[in-house]
């Protein structure tokens, strides 16, 4: 045994190995040698409140702190070398978008730090470890599907219902300084707070001794955008207790959304130097001005590109002493810092989600910080960005963490108590499938993901009838519940139907064809079998989140690539993982039966490098196939300028998060493939592999996205 023992303990050994020094790296990056403190913490929304040393903009009514809730605002915080209450230096905070945290402002605290600048990212309500919870911001029963300030009540303006977690989604556009028209409803309900907590990450921030509270930018990504013109408006001409002006000098934006002045004509702000970031191929249709296809030279004279970029005087949204006949280019600065009347629309070649680490956004969004903050001394070049390292590297460690649950598994499969769970595939050539037989499986498993996906995720995630205040409380998770459990009867249907047929048959199907019993136990459904690969599951997993544990502990990083992945729990988001499992479970280990199971494979139980991929990349293409193919319908046509194709198969209804999310979730069920395939190949059960990959999707969609 201590033979056998050694090359998978080897292997793990280096893959520990691995992991440790790509963090160190990372982390010596994130600190930019040492030179910028990195810290995270927690702030109580009740201190902040407390504080009086700084206070909102007299016009605030918009805004009460009686209906601020209760609880903390975790952050990440930034500190170059060398500032301290003596040597103030300006700030930025950093408001991430929906299903991320304060990570995924990572390439921007970075080069920002690196910079000169202290950075606060926070987690929002609902998000990461804020135990804040997403429906403190508020929401109506209406919403307008079109910008706001340009809609026409009873066609553009229209009333809704349903799951409360539906009205928070489709409120994400309405903002709290919006006229009551829009913010408040007859039934008592009001957009609380559409900063999600950034509004008091904002006075925390200001707070700061070391920061210059008169010269703080503020930027955010997508729902953070929606966050970030809140947090603007608050501080709209507020002063701190020496009387100085402490509004955001910078406001920037990372694929938002215009207003027109209609949707605040009751408010007397001042928005300072707003830079608009706006992606070519934005997959969601307000980011795109409502445009059906790709943004184009149109789009940045269209009304509400013009009233955005003609503003003269601060105190207004427009001003009519620019002519009508006027054109204004993208990429190019309207108005002057000094009063705060900068503009501009930049386009950036690339999709919504990428915008984050887009290298000519980052750089286009340092020279506005350095011109509307008053400059900061720095010899860097706004191209010179360190961050993509950062994340390579990370993702290098991520996988390796991944990866070496494989060899711990195989040195648990050594431990007489689990020893059984590894076994010989069964010699029956007549269960092979092959030529055409299984091109038609993996055409029709394709299929039924790629024509069930779109509908089912998008009804799980607002209006199938879940009690998501109280049980299932991830919006995202709600997605998947639903489309994983028609699926879950699509699959029983395709099994247990052809199970019962084949009892009539010379060779009757058993459960080892399923990939569910030990060799003798075939007749039955092998509950121990069950047990064991629980167990064993659990601690491969629970390694993986040991490992997470001191790399945040030593390096204060998770498991991620550009969208978090792998994040530690809080209590309450334990629970929830507790809920949503046992779906996760019984979906993977019926996925994982079907195609490695019940689609098994000329070569499946042989060795060698051209077996193994030979059989993974078939199995690859049954688990992911479906999902490859919408990416392609949906990208294509945009790329080729025509629009986002479930926009035109569809509607606009079925474009956003889940057709966006396709780029994320394609490579994670890759990797999850590659898992698979080793781990059935080596025990010829599919509760093992099932098991292990329902705990790292379960883990993904619960660790840290949106919670209700």
Not at 237 to 252: E, F, L, R
Not at 444 to 449: N, Y
Not at 482 to 500: A, D, H, R
Request: aromatic letters at 12%; hydrophobic letters at 45%; one cysteine or more.
């Amino acid at each position: 045994m201590k033979t056998k023992a050694f090359k998978p303990a080897l292997i793990l050994c280096i893959l520990l190995a691995v992991v440790f020094t790509c963090m160190a790296i990372a982390a010596n990056i994130q600190s930019n040698g040492g030179n910028v403190e990195v810290t995270t913490g927690c702030f109580e929304i009740d201190k902040v409140i407390a504080d009086e040393t700084l206070k909102y903009s007299d016009d605030m009514t918009w805004f009460s702190n009686d209906n601020a809730p209760s609880g903390n605002i975790a952050y990440k915080l930034y500190v170059p070398k060398g500032v301290d209450k003596d040597h103030k230096a300006p700030a930025v905070l950093l408001l991430h978008g929906y299903q991320n945290d304060k990570e995924t402002n990572a390439a921007y605290a970075i080069e920002l730090s690196r910079r000169g600048y202290v950075v606060m990212s926070i987690d929002e309500y609902g998000h990461g470890s804020t135990d804040v919870s997403m429906i403190e911001r508020g929401y109506v029963n209406h919403k307008v599907t079109v910008n706001y300030g340009m809609d026409t009540e009873g066609s553009s303006y229209l009333e809704i219902g349903g799951q409360t977690r539906y009205k928070v989604l489709m409120n994400f556009s309405n903002l709290s300084f919006f006229n009551d028209h829009y913010s408040k409803d007859d039934d008592g309900n009001s957009i609380k707070d559409s900063s999600m907590g950034g509004i008091y990450a904002y006075a925390y921030l200001a707070s700061m001794d070391m920061v210059d509270d008169t010269n703080i930018g503020v930027t955010g990504h997508s729902m953070g955008t929606w966050a970030t013109w809140t947090v603007a408006a608050a501080y709209s001409g507020a002063v701190n207790a020496t009387g100085d002006d402490i509004s955001p000098k910078a406001v920037i934006l990372q694929c938002g959304e215009l207003f027109t002045a209609p949707a605040i004509s009751e408010r007397n702000i001042k928005f300072n130097n707003v830079l608009l970031l706006t992606a070519k191929y934005d997959e969601f249709n307000y980011f795109r001005d409502y445009s059906p296809k790709t943004v184009d030279d149109s789009i940045i004279n269209n009304e509400q590109s013009r009233e955005f970029l003609k503003i003269k005087t601060p105190l207004s949204l427009s001003s009519s002493s620019i002519p009508t006949e006027q054109t204004f280019e993208w990429n190019k600065i309207y108005g002057n810092f000094a009063d705060g009347t900068a503009r501009e629309r930049a386009l950036i070649v690339t999709n919504h989600r990428l915008t984050t680490h887009d290298s000519d956004a980052i750089a286009t969004a340092l020279d506005w910080f350095n011109a509307a903050l008053g400059g900061h001394p720095t010899e860097l070049n706004p191209y010179d960005q360190v961050f993509m390292v950062k994340e390579v590297l990370v993702l290098i460690a991520a996988l390796a963490a991944i990866g070496s649950m494989l060899p711990l598994m195989h040195l648990l499969l050594m431990i007489p108590c689990f020893s059984d769970l590894k076994q010989a595939l069964p010699d029956r050539p007549y269960r092979i499938k092959k030529g055409g037989k299984l091109a038609k499986n993996i055409i029709i498993t394709m299929l039924i993901a790629a024509i069930t996906y779109p509908f089912l995720t998008q009804l799980g995630h607002g209006l199938f009838p879940l009690p998501d205040t109280s049980i299932f409380r991830m919006t995202i998770g709600n997605g998947f519940l639903v489309w994983y459990l028609i699926l879950i009867f699509i699959m029983l249907g395709t099994t247990i139907i052809p199970f019962i047929k084949s009892k009539k048959k010379d060779n009757p199907m058993d459960y080892i064809d399923l990939g569910m019993a030990r060799e003798n136990h075939a007749a039955k459904f092998d509950w121990v079998m069950l047990v064991k690969s629980l167990v064993v599951a659990a601690i491969m997993v629970g390694f993986m989140y040991g490992l997470l544990a001191i790399c945040v502990a030593a390096f204060q990083l998770d498991f991620r690539f550009i969208w978090p992945f792998f994040r530690l729990f809080s209590g309450e988001r334990f629970l929830q993982f507790l809920v949503y499992f046992p779906v996760f479970a019984v979906f993977f280990i019926l996925n994982n039966s079907k195609i490695f199971a019940q689609t098994r494979q000329e070569g499946s139980g042989k060795n060698g490098i051209k077996n193994v991929l030979s059989c993974w990349w078939k199995n690859a293409l049954m688990m992911v196939g479906g999902i490859l193919l919408l990416c392609l319908l949906e990208y294509i046509p945009f790329f080729m300028g025509a629009g986002p194709g479930a926009d035109l198969l569809f509607s606009q209804t079925f474009g956003g998060p889940f057709m966006s999310l396709m780029i994320v979730f394609v490579p994670q069920v890759l990797v999850f493939s590659v898992l698979c395939n080793h781990i059935v190949r080596k025990t010829n059960n599919v509760f093992l592999s099932g098991i292990t990959v329902a705990m790292l999707a379960c883990w993904i969609v619960t660790g840290g996205s949106a919670i209700l």
